[in-house]
């Protein structure tokens, strides 16, 4: 399949509840990513929603019914983000795709998650033991898809089995494969296979992803390139490096990480220019300070109720002032507007 998108050498912000929303995924292309995945979204929790432009912030949302926000993205990421479904029906997973289909850069099948949420229902990790499942949900959406299609699995015990399994897939006509190296009931703890993913490597022709290597191969930036080598991939998805520090992207100063403090404040005007949902924030703000979480600054932070303490607590008043001056302006004009 020919794809706009290139996945040869490149190195990609992985997909992560909670943490992969918008903010994170700018801040991730701005040290470098290439590619960023959205945080898995459930095929139905999709068909549930409207497609709505939101000219006061300049993205496209999708609102579930419910008056959820399910997925907001800008013309910034638009030829670099790969939103992952969480699906285990072929026709589901297609009207689901079709909804995005027009806002992303590819869409991406769970096959990799673990919990028995995803795997009772026949998702995530439950369709590498259901390869005739897998298959059929890869190909209609190839079939049925005018932008990439690709999907991220974990590795099976048996290493053939595991070469099998991304054989098949890669017969779907995906436009690459990301290789978690861990087995269904592995934790981050368990080393990585690097191994089962070099295999993957040699055997199959499509791009392949090397993942798993966070805390352990990869630490630092120049760590990125030492993991896509003993893997053999084409290229390297980060998940826990990340969300820790997105300064790991980065293609200078690869010896250092940015500082946790420049970190947050970045984040930080992301997630309110955008309107990110506060918890969430907070959550991700708490694991770009995972390495400090004896300070006072972290303990203010974890004990923060609103946008205007984090921004007390991290100088950014009179940044927030403005912001909030900016959007009280928008919101009059668009007033106006609609009375026009
Ligand atoms: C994940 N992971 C994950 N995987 C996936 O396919 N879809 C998802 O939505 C999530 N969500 C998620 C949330 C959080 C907080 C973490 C830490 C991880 C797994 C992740 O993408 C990756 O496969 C593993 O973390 C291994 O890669 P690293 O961390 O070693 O780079």
Same mark, same amino acid.
Request: net charge neutral.
């Given at each position: 399949? #020919?794809?706009?998108?290139?996945?040869?050498?490149?190195?990609?912000?992985?997909?992560?509840?909670?943490?992969?929303?918008?903010?994170?995924?700018?801040?991730?292309?701005?040290? +470098?990513?290439?590619?960023?995945?959205?945080?898995?979204?459930?095929?139905?929790?999709?068909?549930?929603? $409207?497609?709505?432009?939101?000219?006061?912030?300049?993205?496209?949302?999708?609102?579930?019914?419910? +008056? #959820?926000?399910?997925?907001?993205?800008?013309?910034? *990421?638009?030829?670099?983000?790969?939103?992952?479904?969480?699906?285990?029906?072929?026709?589901? %997973?297609? #009207?689901? %795709?079709?909804?995005?289909?027009?806002?992303?850069?590819?869409?991406?099948?769970?096959?990799?998650?673990?919990?028995?949420?995803?795997?009772?229902? +026949?998702?995530?990790?439950?369709?590498?033991?259901?390869?005739?499942?897998?298959?059929?949900?890869?190909?209609?959406?190839?079939?049925?898809?005018?932008?990439?299609?690709?999907?991220?699995?974990?590795?099976?015990?048996?290493?053939?089995?595991?070469?099998?399994?991304? @054989?098949?897939?890669?017969?779907? +006509? /995906?436009?690459?494969?990301?290789?978690?190296?861990?087995?269904?009931?592995?934790?981050?703890?368990?080393?990585?296979?690097?191994?089962?993913? &070099?295999?993957?490597?040699? &055997?199959?022709?499509?791009?392949?992803?090397?993942?798993?290597? $966070?805390?352990?191969?990869?630490?630092?930036?120049?760590?990125?390139?030492?993991?896509?080598?003993?893997?053999?991939? $084409?290229?390297?998805?980060?998940?826990?490096?990340?969300?820790?520090?997105?300064? /790991?992207?980065?293609?200078?100063?690869?010896?250092?990480?940015?500082?946790?403090?420049?970190?947050?404040?970045?984040?930080?005007?992301?997630?309110?220019?955008?309107?990110?949902?506060?918890?969430?924030?907070?959550?991700?703000? @708490?694991?770009?300070?995972?390495?400090?979480?004896?300070?006072?600054?972290?303990?203010?932070?974890?004990?923060?109720?609103?946008?205007?303490?984090?921004?007390?607590?991290?100088?950014?008043? &009179?940044?927030?002032?403005?912001?909030? %001056?900016?959007?009280?302006?928008?919101? &009059? *004009?668009?007033?106006?507007?609609?009375?026009?």
């Amino acid at each position: 399949m #020919s794809s706009s998108v290139e996945f040869r050498g490149a190195v990609v912000l992985a997909p992560m509840v909670r943490v992969g929303t918008l903010p994170m995924r700018l801040l991730a292309l701005d040290y +470098g990513a290439d590619l960023v995945y959205v945080e898995e979204i459930i095929d139905h929790r999709l068909l549930g929603c $409207s497609r709505l432009v939101n000219r006061r912030l300049g993205t496209v949302d999708f609102v579930h019914k419910d +008056g #959820s926000l399910v997925f907001r993205t800008c013309q910034r *990421e638009r030829q670099r983000v790969v939103l992952q479904l969480g699906t285990a029906d072929p026709d589901r %997973a297609v #009207s689901a %795709a079709k909804i995005v289909e027009r806002d992303v850069a590819c869409i991406d099948v769970n096959m990799g998650c673990p919990k028995d949420y995803s795997t009772k229902g +026949g998702m995530g990790a439950a369709l590498i033991t259901d390869a005739p499942r897998a298959v059929a949900i890869l190909k209609a959406l190839v079939a049925n898809l005018s932008i990439p299609v690709t999907c991220k699995i974990r590795v099976l015990p048996n290493l053939s089995d595991t070469v099998a399994l991304a @054989q098949a897939l890669e017969s779907t +006509g /995906i436009a690459c494969l990301a290789v978690h190296g861990r087995f269904k009931h592995e934790r981050p703890r368990n080393p990585n296979h690097n191994d089962y993913i &070099a295999a993957v490597c040699r &055997a199959v022709s499509l791009p392949v992803l090397a993942n798993g290597g $966070s805390g352990d191969a990869v630490r630092l930036p120049l760590d990125v390139e030492y993991f896509r080598r003993v893997t053999g991939a $084409s290229g390297v998805m980060l998940a826990r490096a990340a969300m820790h520090n997105p300064s /790991i992207f980065r293609r200078e100063f690869e010896d250092r990480l940015e500082s946790s403090e420049t970190l947050v404040v970045k984040y930080l005007k992301y997630a309110i220019t955008y309107d990110n949902p506060f918890p969430q924030s907070k959550y991700c703000i @708490q694991q770009l300070l995972h390495d400090r979480t004896e300070s006072e600054v972290y303990r203010s932070t974890l004990a923060a109720q609103t946008w205007s303490d984090l921004c007390t607590l991290w100088n950014l008043s &009179a940044w927030y002032g403005e912001h909030l %001056a900016k959007m009280q302006h928008l919101e &009059a *004009e668009e007033e106006d507007a609609s009375q026009e």
